[in-house]
């Protein structure tokens, strides 16, 4: 590591994907298709879910504020990494870089606990339907990466601000750092994890004792698109912490970081819509009343 002037302000160095130019326009038109479905994706099912009278319970109310939390989350990075592509510069003040660091946790973490809630949610509709309504009523991260110094080499070998790749550019000791950083994360992954694990064990042990197949085909519907959602989450977000661990692949880190940050957050409302039928009517209902109204600006426009 250069040493140098070790002050903690100063810009950081993204270095992104690729230095070839010909990939920039490739990256920018990928990313950017990526970041608008998962928005229009994630608005669309807000939009159904507040419209449709039959959607306002507890399930809905927590997928419309995970759908909330993932718009947050996908924002804290992605449009940085695009402008970055566009004007090709790869520069990012400590500043805005602590802020990324901190807004990625906040959504990350809040996105963590409403996929341990959503479990607990099917958990009790499914084992203990007669309290459902009794029960599921709808009525920091700390950044001591402030305490850090930094040397003369500030590239950050990734398209955001992750915190591991920062914590590699300190000159200063970072064994404190590190020890919240994989505490935190390993400490919220196996408590909701096994929040997660415990309610999908009750539900699958009450699913099994269902005499007809009907019933047992429904009651794993109603939970089968948040398995998916869990499965790709926790996969694509552990695997990140614990092969940065494991090894120094920087370029491992970004493939893996680009499919919790963007392809999860996109394909969940798929998901969500493709694997529920009263999500899938609702949408249907709000594209139904956006398209007469694009037809009426149209026809009115000169």
Request: net charge positive.
């Amino acid at each position: 590591m250069e040493r140098g002037n070790q002050t903690g302000a100063g810009n950081f160095i993204l270095l992104g994907f690729s230095d070839d130019p010909d990939l920039h326009s490739l990256l920018f038109g990928l990313f950017l298709s990526m970041y608008l479905v998962t928005v229009l994706g994630k608005l669309l099912m807000i939009l159904a879910t507040i419209s449709d009278s039959h959607l306002h319970k507890t399930m809905y109310f927590f997928l419309s504020n995970m759908s909330l939390a993932e718009i947050g989350f996908t924002s804290t990075t992605i449009p940085k990494a695009l402008r970055n592509i566009q004007t090709q510069s790869r520069v990012i003040t400590f500043a805005g870089c602590i802020s990324q660091i901190f807004f990625f946790f906040v959504f990350g973490c809040q996105d963590n606990l409403l996929l341990a809630v959503l479990a607990y949610d099917r958990f009790v509709a499914i084992c203990h339907p007669l309290h459902y309504m009794t029960i599921m009523n709808p009525r920091l991260y700390t950044l001591t990466i402030l305490r850090l110094s930094f040397c003369t080499n500030r590239k950050i070998p990734h398209f955001f601000c992750d915190l591991s790749e920062v914590l590699k550019l300190a000159c200063s000791d970072t064994i404190i750092n590190n020890v919240v950083l994989y505490s935190v994360t390993i400490i919220l992954g196996i408590f909701h994890l096994t929040v997660i694990l415990l309610s999908y064990s009750q539900i699958f042990s009450s699913i099994l004792r269902i005499s007809s197949d009907r019933g047992k085909y429904k009651a794993f519907s109603t939970c089968g698109s948040h398995v998916l959602v869990v499965s790709l989450f926790y996969g694509t977000s552990l695997g990140v912490y614990f092969n940065s661990v494991a090894t120094p692949s920087s370029r491992m880190s970004k493939m893996t970081s680009v499919m919790y940050t963007m392809v999860t957050p996109m394909l969940n409302p798929f998901i969500y819509v493709l694997r529920n039928k009263d999500i899938k009517v609702a949408m249907g209902k709000v594209l139904r009343k956006i398209v007469p109204l694009n037809e009426i600006v149209d026809a009115r426009l000169p």
